[in-house]
């Protein structure tokens, strides 16, 4: 009884570090489209030049989870997301220095390193190992983060400024470093197996042929998801206040709900996964994020109506990611879906920086005003892949 006692402990203490590393992963992705409209004043650049950041944390982060594989098979999960975990500390904190975009360029490369490792190696050990109830509460962790980075932000801007943000951001990051260094341990003792549902779907999987097509459109829908998510955190803070007047601290806090209401959208869909099943949480989902995504595209509603769209937005695309993260290992036979999952995440940092990038274009030279109608038109195209993926597997 003591030693299963202990194994318990183990593997809720685990558990519990796995979650916190994913609130410290959402912190730095809310607060950037937050801080952009003062920071590129002090940097005197323009609008569009947040692109610049966004492609090139994309490209670190693409090309750190293409490789997570490899790396995690040498030196474990563990001592991966310590490392990477303190990689991005250090690059948050130089962010609260960084006198020109040339620096804050240089400085997302260590970054984007550091957030594609965790994100790879903690949704492949979750994945693998945990329900679809903890995958979904895994990203309301990150959602945590996201909707914490955007408050902290919001707060240092009214105050002493974006710099005092991402030092405090950076000292959440490296605190947590710390608890991970003491707790490697873990993860060599951890004795979490797969569940019985999983070995059953996972021969299911073997027995069934493997669309080439299937392996990429998997990956294909995390773009799509990420860019129509990342898209409305990155612009939202700046249609509010650039198009509609909205003051900075307000745009703040909108987005800060929006972030929110993945969150809370998440922790909910944790307690429903198990009824509803992964592909009709994805498919609810995103006809939920489309009409709310509608709603906020429209400038000329009154401000609860839109903000009620943003929110209802944001709880629409709750279940959408850890759903469709979960479904992998299940869609796959396990030999494939460690590679698969590589290429999900390596591609949602090409959803989040590509499509965002191209949406700073379009404002630059047709307006804010197109931004959200363009990424309904991204959330329409997730709705096909993924019943055509359906389809396939």
């Not at 989870?65 to 490899?70: E, M, Q, R, T």
Request: proline share 6%.
């Amino acid at each position: 009884m003591r030693l299963i006692n202990k194994v318990a402990l183990v593997h809720l203490a685990l558990l519990s570090i796995i979650y916190l590393a994913f609130v410290s992963l959402g912190l730095p992705d809310g607060a950037l489209g937050v801080a952009w409209p003062a920071m590129r004043l002090d940097l005197n650049q323009p609008l569009a030049a947040v692109g610049l950041l966004t492609i090139t944390l994309t490209l670190c982060s693409a090309l750190s989870a293409w490789v997570s594989p490899a790396v995690l098979k040498k030196l474990g999960t563990g001592p991966v997301v310590m490392i990477s975990g303190f990689l991005t500390g250090l690059a948050l904190l130089g962010f609260s220095m960084a006198p020109s975009l040339g620096w804050l360029l240089a400085l997302a490369v260590p970054l984007g390193l550091g957030a594609g490792a965790v994100d790879a190696g903690l949704n492949h050990f979750v994945s693998a190992h945990y329900s679809s109830r903890h995958m979904n509460w895994l990203h309301g962790c990150w959602g945590i983060g996201a909707t914490l980075g955007p408050l902290i932000m919001g707060a240092a801007l009214a105050t002493q400024g974006w710099q005092q943000g991402y030092q405090t951001i950076a000292w959440l990051q490296l605190s947590l470093v710390l608890v991970l260094l003491l707790s490697l341990s873990l993860w060599k003792r951890e004795s979490a197996k797969p569940s019985p549902e999983l070995q059953i779907k996972a021969m299911a999987a073997r027995l069934k042929p493997v669309f080439t097509t299937a392996t990429w459109l998997a990956p294909l829908a995390f773009l799509l998801y990420l860019a129509a998510e990342a898209g409305t955190g990155l612009w939202a803070a700046s249609i509010l206040v650039n198009s509609r007047g909205t003051p900075a601290a307000t745009a703040a806090l909108w987005v800060a709900f929006f972030f929110g209401a993945i969150t809370a959208g998440r922790f909910g869909a944790g307690l429903v996964a198990g009824r509803l099943g992964n592909r009709r949480l994805i498919r609810l989902g995103i006809l939920v994020a489309m009409v709310g995504a509608v709603v906020f595209a429209v400038p000329a509603l009154p401000e609860p109506l839109s903000l009620a769209g943003l929110m209802l937005m944001g709880l629409g695309c709750a279940p959408i990611y850890p759903s469709m993260m979960h479904e992998t290992a299940r869609r796959f036979p396990p030999e494939l879906s460690a590679k698969v999952i590589g290429r999900q995440v390596a591609l949602s940092y090409v959803g989040v920086a590509g499509v965002p990038a191209a949406c700073g274009l379009l404002a630059a030279y047709a307006g804010l005003a197109l931004v959200m109608p363009a990424l309904v038109l991204v959330l329409l195209g997730l709705l096909l892949v993924t019943e055509q993926l359906n389809r396939l597997t």
